[in-house]
């Protein structure tokens, strides 16, 4: 008896693992990829059509370089120091002093403060009023303009100052967090066969530690990029940087178009330097195991 074939296919159901994942891809496509997506085509898009006339704009502003250079320079200062006290303040808590747990809370309490927060505390300090006069005062030294466009220097130095306070313990809790997997046998090992703190420090830790620093790594270069509050609260406009500029030509100057190519350098050097720390990492990490 022939049995009579439609051809109808079978329908196909979505895998359980898809319905799983679906909500996170709605929240990424609509709180990221359309963001993005319209941040970049009102850069680069007018009435008219297709436009580089924004960015031309944004690149004839003098205040534009002059972001430019102080973000860089934040970010070639921030990095190496924040990352030698990090390395340090984790090596301590590895080697279990006394009263660890309260060294690790009082050098964690920086990521419960927000970014302005925190500018507005230190400017408590820096101000032609503040705490730091105060008590130069008291040694018969007058008092000093640390904030004042004139004095670049010491603006710089209290920026950096309030930076390394507010962000070092977010490296420091991922490089604590990076050597809690690092099994105590390859430390000791190293020790009977005769090798130096040094050099355990060298062989041992930080190519144990890489991973962990490779993520803290990126976060904290595509953080000092969006540096802004803490500059903003401590000198506003005379120290600028590019998130500052960002928000300047939205609010003060009332052109979004600006606004968003600036914010597309902030994006694309953000990415680069993340991609290029991927590569380098692991191009080392490669050479290494061959």
């Given at each position: 008896?022939?049995?009579?074939?439609?051809?109808?296919?079978?329908?196909?159901?979505l895998?359980?693992?898809?319905?799983?994942?679906?909500?996170s891809i709605i929240f990424m496509l609509a709180l990221f990829a359309w963001p993005m997506v319209s941040g970049v085509a009102q850069a680069v898009w007018s009435p008219d059509g297709f436009t580089m006339a924004y960015v031309d704009r944004m690149l004839a502003d003098p205040s534009f370089w002059q972001a430019v250079r102080n973000t860089l320079l934040l970010v070639v200062v921030l990095l190496p120091l924040q990352f030698a006290l990090a390395l340090v303040m984790a090596l301590l808590l590895q080697a279990r002093p006394k009263g660890t747990g309260f060294y690790f809370y009082l050098w964690a309490i920086p990521l419960a403060v927000s970014d302005l927060a925190a500018g507005l505390v230190w400017l408590s300090i820096f101000t032609d009023r503040g705490y730091l006069n105060s008590l130069l005062d008291a040694f018969g030294v007058g008092p000093v303009s640390w904030l004042s466009f004139e004095n670049y220097g010491s603006m710089f130095f209290a920026i950096v100052l309030a930076e390394l306070?507010?962000?070092?313990?977010?490296?420091?809790?991922?490089?604590?967090?990076?050597?809690q997997g690092i099994p105590?046998?390859?430390?000791?090992?190293?020790n009977v066969f005769g090798a130096t703190y040094l050099q355990r420090l060298r062989h041992v830790w930080l190519p144990l530690l890489k991973?962990?620093?490779?993520?803290?790594?990126?976060?904290r270069t595509i953080l000092a990029f969006q540096t802004f509050a803490v500059a903003q609260a401590l000198t506003g406009?005379?120290?600028q940087v590019l998130v500052g500029e960002t928000y300047r030509w939205y609010t003060a100057l009332q052109n979004p178009h600006v606004a968003s190519a600036l914010a597309l350098v902030v994006m694309v050097v953000s990415m680069v330097a993340a991609v290029l720390y991927l590569r380098l990492l692991r191009e080392e990490t490669g050479s290494g195991n061959r």
């Open positions: 008896m022939a049995v009579a074939v439609t051809g109808r296919r079978p329908k196909r159901r895998s359980p693992a898809f319905i799983l994942i679906l909500p306070w507010r962000a070092t313990s977010l490296v420091m809790v991922i490089v604590v967090s990076g050597s105590k046998d390859y430390d000791e090992a190293a991973p962990s620093l490779q993520v803290a790594l990126i976060l406009q005379d120290f």
